[in-house]
């Protein structure tokens, strides 16, 4: 595999990664062959948790609260937007700033009151 880095287009939205920017793209990185492979992994595995928190959407005794299928979303989302911000270039990283994403996909919210005696506080 080649170790250089390259310049790549990459819209979470559309799960495009592509060499050459258009209007879909949302970020910029810099990654070799190894890291596109990983890119693309990662951005598999945010869609594919999405249709699954998807289907379970419309099971309406299934609280969300502490749903498998969103937690397993949040945590690949953090993957790829942690990802995303450690390879990409200023802009990229600012704009997952603003964003808050990172922070506020870790934070639970269970240390909220209410949660305090629920036996499914995690």
Do not use: C, W
């Amino acid at each position: 595999m080649n170790s250089e880095k390259k310049t790549y287009y990459v819209s979470v939205n559309h799960n495009l990664i592509q060499e050459v920017p258009d209007d879909a793209n949302e970020y910029v990185v810099h990654l070799n062959d190894e890291e596109v492979s990983k890119l693309r992994g990662l951005l598999h595995e945010v869609s594919s948790s999405d249709r699954y928190a998807f289907k379970r959407t419309f099971i309406p005794y299934k609280s969300a609260d502490h749903d498998d299928a969103n937690e397993e979303y949040d945590e690949r989302t953090i993957n790829l937007y942690n990802f995303l911000y450690n390879h990409g270039d200023e802009a990229t990283r600012r704009t997952i700033e603003g964003m808050n994403i990172i922070g506020k996909l870790k934070d639970t919210g269970y240390d909220d009151p209410g949660y305090e005696d629920s036996p499914l506080n995690k």
